[in-house]
T-cell receptor, first 109, second 113 residues
Framework: QKEVEQNSGPLSVPEGAIASLNCTYS??????FFWYRQYSGKSPELIMS????GDKEDGRFTAQLNKASQYVSLLIRDSQPSDSATYLC?????????FGTGTSLTVIP | NAGVTQTPKFQVLKTGQSMTLQCAQD?????MYWYRQDPGMGLRLIYY???????DKGEVPNGYNVSRLNKREFSLRLESAAPSQTSVYFC????????????FGDGTRLSIL
């Protein structure tokens, strides 16, 4: 079982819609959770971090954490074509840090 | 404001050749990392350095060596390149030693024939 699982997609949403990206993790002791955005051919960029259960909002982005279900999600409101990218979920467990394989998002104008 | 700088950006090697990938950061970060990214495999940690003078193995260290030359620089060496090492390599840094990379370099696209 992989430490971090993501649906590879592709996920397509129309411009202006809400994009919902999901991630599950295997270790119940994981403490910190992160979302990175990676444009095609570019390097990853850290966009969100969340450490406790509930929601954390930053502009159009909302990270949601449910430790009981071992589930992390990223919501992108009012999706724009510029949001088209691969979104990587990452989890820190102790001194180990694991990335998921990413979900490809396409926002259709 | 360069951030994390990697050289070279592209490289083609023959099997058995050696080379060193260079990485430097100008943010005075303590921790530095080397990752490889392969299709369907995600980012995998090769080595990391929590501070100057220390290095630790990550998930896929075999076939690689690293040197934390000073606080700014962290190099990755392939002693005898193999086709399985064809990948995109990213260097990253973070301020603390908590283990999550904050800033990535642009990557090195390495092909081994």
């Amino acid at each position: 079982q992989k430490e971090v699982e993501q649906n590879s997609g592709p996920l397509s949403v129309p411009e202006g819609a809400i994009a919902s990206l999901n991630c599950t993790y295997s270790d119940r002791g994981s403490q910190s959770f992160f979302w990175y955005r990676q444009y095609s051919g570019k390097s990853p960029e850290l966009i969100m971090s969340i450490y406790s259960n509930g929601d954390k909002e930053d502009g159009r982005f909302t990270a949601q954490l449910n430790k009981a279900s071992q589930y992390v999600s990223l919501l992108i409101r009012d999706s724009q074509p510029s949001d088209s990218a691969t979104y990587l979920c990452a989890v820190r467990t102790g001194n180990q840090f694991y990335f998921g394989t990413g979900t490809s998002l396409t926002v259709i104008p | 404001n360069a951030g994390v700088t990697q050289t070279p950006k592209f490289q083609v090697l023959k099997t058995g050749q050696s080379m060193t990938l260079q990485c430097a950061q100008d943010m005075n970060h303590n921790s530095m990392y080397w990752y490889r990214q392969d299709p369907g495999m995600g980012l995998r940690l090769i080595y990391y350095s929590a501070s100057e003078g220390t290095t630790d193995k990550g998930e896929v260290p075999n076939g690689y060596n690293v040197s934390r030359l000073n606080k700014r620089e962290f190099s990755l060496r392939l002693e005898s390149a193999a086709p399985s090492q064809t990948s995109v390599y990213f260097c990253a840094s973070s301020e603390g030693s908590a283990g999550q990379p904050q800033h990535f370099g642009d990557g090195t696209r390495l092909s081994i024939l």
